[in-house]
T-cell receptor
Framework: DGGITQSPKYLFRKEGQNVTLSCEQNLNHDAMYWYRQDPGQGLRLIYY???????QKGDIAEGYSVSREKKESFPLTVTSAQKNPTAFYLC????????????FGPGTRLTVL | AQRVTQPEKLLSVFKGAPVELKCNYS??????LFWYVQYSRQRLQLLLRHISRESIKGFTADLNKGETSFHLKKPFAQEEDSAMYYC???????????FGKGTLLTVNP
């Protein structure tokens, strides 16, 4: 393991608060991704970034925001506009030469109280 | 649009029995198919990809473009194979992956 780190492992938030999840990679990968994992739903793409200073919405971007100021970092902010934020969040990265293979972090479990 | 279907949410087999996890996809271009596995308390990791035509931990998967399927198979299941398995589809220039909803495999002793 290693290469992609996510922090914190567990996060608790009160309703109405924004919270930022950290994702860092030292694999020198160009692309990074955020997924949400819910039981029975599989992995759903929130946002992805193919290069620094650029990112695109995934399938469920509403209520989330991201930034990509550095190649190795892709933080995700869960805003108060996200109606059902309690979930397990996974970050991943990939290289252009990796045949789309994505490498995943350990995840952050967010609970809204 | 890309779509991946894993029809079984749960699959339970006995140790030593053959196992097949089904995956069907919908994609108009040239697909790249993957199987990812998530063992208990471990991160999601790549198990195998169709382009490599490799066998990992005794698992194989063949891409059948006619049936648009990429089923995962193992002739003799082991207890340590118990995990959540995801089929994923890639393709095109955006390097996104579309994941199925996953199949939880339980191998009983």
């Amino acid at each position: 393991d290693g290469g992609i780190t996510q922090s914190p492992k567990y996060l608790f938030r009160k309703e109405g608060q924004n919270v930022t999840l950290s994702c860092e990679q030292n694999l020198n990968h160009d692309a990074m991704y955020w997924y949400r994992q819910d039981p029975g739903q599989g992995l759903r793409l929130i946002y992805y970034s193919q290069i620094v200073n650029d990112f695109q919405k995934g399938d469920i971007a509403e209520g989330y925001s991201v930034s990509r100021e550095k190649k190795e970092s892709f933080p995700l902010t869960v805003t108060s506009a996200q109606k059902n934020p309690t979930a397990f969040y996974l970050c991943a990265s990939s290289s252009w030469t990796g045949y789309n293979e994505q490498f995943f972090g350990p995840g952050t479990r967010l609970t809204v109280l | 649009a890309q779509r991946v279907t894993q029809p079984e949410k749960l699959l339970s087999v006995f140790k030593g029995a053959p196992v097949e996890l089904k995956c069907n996809y919908s994609y108009s271009g040239s697909p790249e198919l993957f199987w990812y596995v998530q063992y208990s308390r471990q991160r999601l990791q790549l198990l195998l990809r169709h382009i490599s035509r490799e066998s990992i931990k005794g698992f194989t998967a063949d891409l059948n473009k006619g049936e648009t399927s990429f089923h995962l198979k193992k002739p003799f299941a082991q207890e340590e194979d118990s995990a959540m398995y995801y089929c994923a589809l890639g393709g095109g220039s955006n390097y996104k992956l579309t994941f199925g909803k996953g199949t939880l495999l339980t191998v009983n002793p």
